[in-house]
């Protein structure tokens, strides 16, 4: 992902959709004061401020709802229709088109910098926190450090709970104030620690990548993140698409999309249609069949930019998802 699956980066808006699965027991059998003991020293030698250490790792506890949230899987709890239902409706939709207009000056000024059309700034920004109404208002060191001594994806976690005491170094923001979703996603553009100290922006000029009140901090940060790693601002994410009768299901690929890109041309040749039964544009661009749904499902003949996408989540839900919000803001 910078990182992370579907689980760990589900979009924060959509979390009160799932049920919970009853409390585990923390995996880990070191109890937790003195795993975190030991943890506070690792931070001392990484070079952490004791100042810096004391303020975010004193008087903790792990979170067991927190734990309850990362038992549940939502990709076996909802196929791919009910999904997109819930993630890309009516009201979103024109809600997200109201907001490009609005944010139209500095969405066009981030657009330009970072060679990603507005209609994806918006549309992710919209998944992940319904506009920045929903950040999460979990403490974010706690929830790290509840997830990082539970056994199951300690290392991963561990690692994103020291980006986060480099963030509170970096910036001074006070541990308390570092609120986000139960994973660690933090701010309107639900960054994980990590991703904050590589992609995070400071547009406004202020001093501070402020992407938990910044507007034009967040759409900077979510611009430059999809530029590092790949967008092309001449694409799109890709298009439903029709296949033929008897079509090799080992042309589709899976969320890694591992498999060689094919250009279009050669998907024309293979019977692959436009949902309507026309033909494929004659452009060179290459790219790859999906079935988010699986073989009963919907499938996409998806570009370079729905790569990009998984790398923000490993996830064709929330990849087709947002491209499927974009399609439907348009320009505004």
Do not use: C
């Amino acid at each position: 992902m910078k990182r992370r699956d579907f689980v760990a980066k589900l979009p924060v808006a959509a979390l009160g959709l799932f049920g919970l699965l009853p409390f585990r027991a923390l995996a880990n059998t070191v109890d937790f004061d003195s795993w975190l003991a030991a943890l506070r020293v690792e931070a001392r030698q990484k070079g952490l401020s004791q100042r810096t250490i004391d303020d975010a790792l004193s008087n903790l506890s792990p979170i067991p709802r927190v734990l309850e949230l990362d038992r549940r899987q939502p990709e076996t709890t909802l196929t791919f229709d009910q999904y997109v239902t819930r993630v890309v409706n009516d009201a979103r939709a024109e809600t997200a088109r109201q907001r490009i207009v609005e944010h139209r000056e500095i969405l066009e000024s981030v657009s330009r910098r970072f060679n990603v059309q507005p209609r994806f700034i918006v549309a992710l920004w919209a998944i992940e926190t319904d506009f920045g109404r929903i950040t999460g208002g979990f403490p974010i060191i706690q929830a790290l450090a509840t997830l990082a001594h539970d056994g199951r994806r300690s290392a991963f976690f561990r690692e994103e709970l020291f980006n986060a005491l480099r963030i509170i170094e970096r910036t001074g923001i006070a541990a308390r104030d570092m609120k986000g979703s139960w994973a660690g996603a933090m701010g309107q553009s639900q960054f994980m620690p990590s991703s904050y100290l590589a992609y995070a922006m400071d547009f406004d000029g202020d001093g501070r990548a402020d992407i938990w009140n910044s507007r034009p901090d967040v759409f900077a940060s979510i611009a430059n993140y999809l530029s590092r790693v790949g967008w092309r601002a001449n694409e799109t994410w890709g298009r439903p698409v029709r296949l033929p009768a008897g079509f090799d299901t080992a042309l589709v690929d899976d969320r890694r999309l591992q498999k060689p890109a094919r250009p279009l041309a050669e998907w024309q040749a293979l019977g692959v249609r436009k949902t309507d039964g026309s033909a494929l544009p004659q452009r060179d661009v290459s790219g790859w069949i999906v079935q988010p749904g699986g073989g009963e499902g919907p499938s996409f003949l998806v570009y370079a930019n729905y790569k990009a996408l998984l790398h923000w989540n490993r996830s064709l839900f929330f990849a087709t998802a947002v491209g499927y919000l974009a399609d439907r803001i348009g320009d505004g």
